[in-house]
């Protein structure tokens, strides 16, 4: 494994992710909305998501930015990140397979949307977000760069911590004792956590 290599995993994990939500995403716009949460503060948050998880890596990786936090490549970090990367991309399938039209990038209840707990939202209620963690664990351990590995910790952590809370509420609008019981079984994202 050498620096370059580990860069091109860093670029497939980006466009992985991006082919498995094409298809949610064009569905999702025909899917009108019910209920939403959607501000400027999910436009700020989601904003920040991108460039920690998106923009700033892809800078380094395209320009070799941020020299001065660059430090030593380590490949067994990059074969394990290379690991968690795959583990990412197989949970982001999941999740988009079990949401279905219940999918949205922020926070909306669409008409008729459905409270899903099956598959692996049997064991965790925001494992769309627990892969997004693993991606931001993976950014980390590819980009030995201070900057470029760290930032997605930071940004996707942001949106994280800003916004599950807000989720849950809305959900628990919308559902009641469905999601409460919900709550009461599942982990946020770590199973039995
Ligand atoms: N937080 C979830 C989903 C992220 S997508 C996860 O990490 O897997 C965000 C949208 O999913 C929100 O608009 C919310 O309404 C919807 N959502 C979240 N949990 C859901 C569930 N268990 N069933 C159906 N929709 C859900």
Do not use: C
Not at 84 to 105: E, I, Y
Not at 137 to 165: M, W
């Amino acid at each position: 494994m050498t620096l370059t290599v580990a860069k091109i995993i860093y670029v497939l994990l980006a466009v992985g992710w991006y082919v498995i939500r094409i298809p949610h995403e064009r569905r999702a716009r025909k899917t009108p909305v019910a209920r939403s949460a959607r501000g400027l503060r999910e436009i700020v948050l989601l904003s920040i998501s991108f460039a920690g998880l998106g923009l700033i890596p892809f800078i380094y990786v395209v320009t070799g930015a941020f020299k001065f936090a660059n430090y030593p490549f380590q490949p067994l970090h990059a074969w394990l990140g290379a690991l968690v990367a795959a583990g990412s991309l197989l949970l982001f399938h999941k999740t988009h397979r079990a949401l279905g039209r219940n999918w949205s990038v922020s926070l909306d209840l669409r008409d008729s949307h459905k409270l899903v707990t099956h598959g692996v939202y049997r064991y965790v209620r925001h494992p769309m977000y627990s892969a997004f963690w693993l991606w931001a664990i993976a950014q980390a351990l590819l980009l030995p760069n201070f900057v470029a590995g760290f930032s997605g910790l930071l940004g996707f952590g942001t949106l994280y911590l800003l916004r599950v809370g807000q989720e849950e509420q809305l959900m628990i609008e919308g559902f009641g004792a469905e999601y409460t019981d919900y709550m009461s079984r599942t982990g946020r994202v770590i199973p039995w956590l």
